[in-house]
């Protein structure tokens, strides 16, 4: 029987905001060796107390190992932080888990190539205190020699590494995706509970039927799903006019309570213009024809 211990790649990890701070601890916890850098050092001094190296240069931290791990504040701070070392790029796989769009990743990912380093995009669909777990989970995309030369580090992140192809966009607009339902949701979440305390009720009062009400939604995913990439709206199971009811409403009953009503307007325009557009009798999912064009 083997005995050999686990292969321990080091890595290198730029930014240590929460998340990149995350990252450098499990790697730690695994083993790996760890190089650290960060505008303001003392944030890695509990890091290189448990044994990782800080660079004082990012040209040293990039000196240091061929996987570098990018957790900045956006695309933006990646150049700024990355030019003044550009020399050093070269020979490198550069993990960049920092929000970006999908246009700004591949950007970045031509940029990173003519001076001779790969790049992968990543897109982390958990907070800090995921980072490590082995049911969490990262989309990447860009070069497949790259993710699956790395693969066993990008495990240590999140357990489960999902690549997605080669476009370096991809990652970026799959984060996008899941940004985009989590934020509206959330901000739905907080609509009703604006709604809840003007009406004498607290957050804990509406918890149940809140959560009830968001484990509905993967009722329906799947269902309108189908219906959509055939191009099916019909009104057998639900009519646009019947929702733009609803959600006028919903509309009324926030200006009863002197609730600010900018998000439930906006739900409520757009079911107008769906109305204006002729899709009355449609199901309400034809509204995504409406949203992709951006009229």
């Not at 920092?98 to 001076?115: G, K, L, M, V």
């Not at 897109?123 to 993710?147: C, D, L, M, N, W």
């Not at 449609?282 to 949203?291: E, G, I, P, R």
């Amino acid at each position: 029987m083997s005995t050999s211990a686990p292969v321990t790649t080091p890595v290198t990890v730029i930014g240590l905001g929460p998340m990149g701070r995350a990252m450098a601890a499990a790697f730690l916890d695994r083993g790996h060796p760890v190089t650290v850098w960060n505008r303001t050092p003392s944030r890695a001094d509990d890091l290189v107390a448990r044994g990782a190296r800080l660079a004082p240069t990012v040209a040293e931290a990039l000196a240091a190992n061929e996987a570098v791990i990018l957790s900045l504040t956006d695309q933006a701070a990646v150049r700024d932080v990355l030019a003044p070392a550009a020399d050093g790029l070269a020979g490198r796989v550069l993990v960049d888990l920092t929000s970006a769009t999908p246009e700004e990743a591949r950007a970045t990912a031509r940029w990173a190539a003519e001076r001779g380093a790969a790049r992968l995009t990543g897109g982390v669909t958990v907070p800090p205190s995921g980072i490590g777990q082995p049911e969490s989970s990262t989309f990447y995309s860009g070069p497949r020699a790259a993710f699956d030369r790395h693969r066993a580090l990008l495990e240590v992140v999140t357990g489960v590494a999902d690549h997605r192809g080669e476009d370096p966009g991809l990652a970026a607009l799959y984060y996008q995706l899941g940004m985009t339902m989590f934020w509206t949701a959330m901000l739905g979440y907080w609509q009703a509970v604006a709604l809840a305390q003007a009406n004498g009720l607290t957050a804990a009062d509406i918890l149940d039927h809140a959560t009830d009400t968001a484990a509905s939604l993967s009722g329906f995913l799947p269902f309108y799903a189908a219906r959509i990439d055939k191009g099916e709206h019909q009104g057998d199971v639900d009519r646009l006019a019947m929702g733009t009811a609803s959600v006028e409403h919903v509309l009324h009953t926030h200006a009863d309570a002197g609730v600010d009503t900018a998000l439930p307007r906006a739900v409520a325009d757009l079911f107008r213009r769906g109305m204006a557009a002729g899709h009355a009798d449609d199901s309400f999912s034809s509204l995504v024809a409406l949203m992709r064009k951006g009229e």
